[in-house]
């Protein structure tokens, strides 16, 4: 698993070559020009059904009869028995064994699986795991206000997409929703402040930014999931107190408040909530850092275009802003709103162009000439860092390989066995240099957040193809 720094957090991204020329330095202008010549058509249908082939790799468990990552087995079955609970199931959050809740926030009060350091010790594939499944969970006493708000907003989101299909089982999301936020709220406190819960998640995902905006962006959902008008009061009495000034240019699995700002925007930008202007100028406040063109301080690009922030795994900062950049897009056009950037106002039409820079990049549109996306395009990552991938598959080679017998296989110079499709690694460096290495896991490691809000950035894409073949 990828460690993350203060600054390392993620879930949307892109810009116009408009802005680019005329906020880059002249030495820029060269590279910026070949970019433009290397730009191709992409098949965002293909790259949006291999985005989510990803998720197959990454199970745990008993794996279904329909599983395609043919090359898995089952395993963690037994997980959570040494507690008493039953945790079979989820998803390893990257290139490890480990199943971290807060970036997955799908796990209720559990804040993890499986003990980080002892597994970072051992290349091992998932089939053959023998190190400390230990569960950390969260308590009346031990709080985990960030894990438990994570938690409502996933459930609550989730309710919406069964609402039709399957409405009881969208109440039960809900009702359990409801219950997570009421923990979150009740019991305020980070994890990563209970040394026994920090051993479990610190250095790798530490609560840098606070539980404040968890609680904010659990009530935002639930009052996008259920129309209870008490979530709306309690966003509103508490705003200010839980930070939804905070104007950072970062969204992710640690910093939700760009998010919960576009979120609750939506009510005023629709003229239906006209008390909640401010949290359309906090949105605005964070869109303006991506636009080089306003006077706002700006988040760092690289000469070729990609949003770039220090810490390592930098294509969740890609993905997830192209992703917050989509759908405050999608806000924006269904009203006459724009985004007031001070010395410019910026429309729909240049965040999509954004976001779709962002994500062409990722797919092949920058100086290597490869997809960061396994399996997409002629050239991509082969020797990425992740461990079921680089072992033999049990299927193949059904002997254990115990912890240190991997060590071979992760030093190996030869492209890994089983190509874990639809994988996007962290990706290249603030020059956008990129070297197909194994060991480097800040650039050649996937993860969950970083495949995630891709999917719904890929799959906005597929809907308006108009906008996926214009030239830019």
């Not at 898995?72 to 008493?84: E, K, L, P, W």
């Not at 406040?285 to 006077?295: D, R, V």
């Not at 806000?331 to 240049?350: A, D, M, Q, R």
């Amino acid at each position: 698993m990828a460690p993350c720094f203060a600054s390392c957090p993620s879930s949307s991204r892109v810009l116009l070559v408009f802005f680019a020329l005329h906020a880059l330095a002249p030495s820029c202008f060269a590279a910026r020009d070949a970019a433009s010549a290397t730009r191709r058509e992409h098949d965002y249908r293909d790259a949006l059904a291999k985005s989510i082939l990803f998720f197959e790799g990454q199970r745990s468990g008993r794996l279904p009869a329909a599983q395609r990552a043919s090359w898995r087995g089952d395993s963690g079955v037994s997980d959570g028995a040494a507690a008493g609970v039953d945790l079979e199931g989820g998803y390893y959050d990257a290139g490890d064994n480990v199943k971290f809740g807060f970036p997955n926030g799908v796990h209720g009060h559990d804040a993890g699986v499986g003990d980080p350091w002892k597994d970072h010790e051992c290349w091992e594939r998932p089939e053959d795991m023998d190190t400390e499944r230990t569960v950390y969970n969260i308590s009346s006493g031990r709080p985990g206000s960030e894990v438990a708000g994570e938690t409502a907003a996933a459930l609550a989101a989730a309710s919406m997409v069964f609402r039709d299909a399957d409405p009881e089982y969208a109440e039960t999301l809900l009702v359990h929703a409801r219950k997570a936020f009421e923990f979150a709220d009740t019991y305020k406190g980070a994890y990563s402040d209970d040394p026994d819960l920090r051993a479990g998640g610190c250095p790798f995902y530490c609560d840098f930014d606070g539980y404040q905006d968890e609680l904010l962006w659990g009530a935002a959902w639930l009052r996008r999931a259920s129309g209870d008008d008490t979530f709306l009061e309690y966003i509103q009495n508490n705003g200010k107190t839980l930070g939804a000034e905070d104007t950072t240019n970062e969204f992710g699995w640690d910093n939700k408040h760009a998010g919960v700002n576009v979120l609750v925007s939506k009510k005023f930008i629709e003229g239906q909530a006209l008390f909640l202007q401010s949290y359309k100028e906090y949105a605005d406040a964070f869109i303006c850092t991506l636009i080089p063109e306003s006077s706002s301080p700006h988040i760092t690009y690289t000469p070729w275009g990609m949003i770039y922030k220090p810490g390592g795994s930098n294509m969740q900062h890609v993905t997830s802003i192209s992703f917050l950049l989509l759908t405050y897009a999608k806000y924006l056009s269904k009203s006459s709103h724009t985004v007031n950037c001070g010395n410019i106002s910026v429309g729909p039409e240049t965040l999509q162009l954004q976001a779709k820079k962002q994500v062409d990049y990722l797919l092949g549109d920058n100086p290597k000439k490869m997809s960061y996306m396994v399996g997409y395009g002629d050239r991509y990552p082969e020797r990425i860092h992740h461990r079921a991938s680089s072992l033999p598959s049990i299927k193949d080679y059904p002997q254990r390989i115990a912890c240190n017998d991997g060590t071979p296989y992760f030093m190996s110079s030869g492209s890994n066995p089983n190509p874990l499709i639809g994988a996007v690694v962290g990706g290249p460096g603030e020059d956008d240099e990129y070297q197909d290495d194994r060991a480097d896991f800040m650039k050649s490691e996937p993860t969950t957040y970083i495949n995630a809000p891709l999917v719904g950035v890929l799959a906005y894409f597929v809907g308006h193809p108009d906008l996926g073949h214009s030239r830019h």
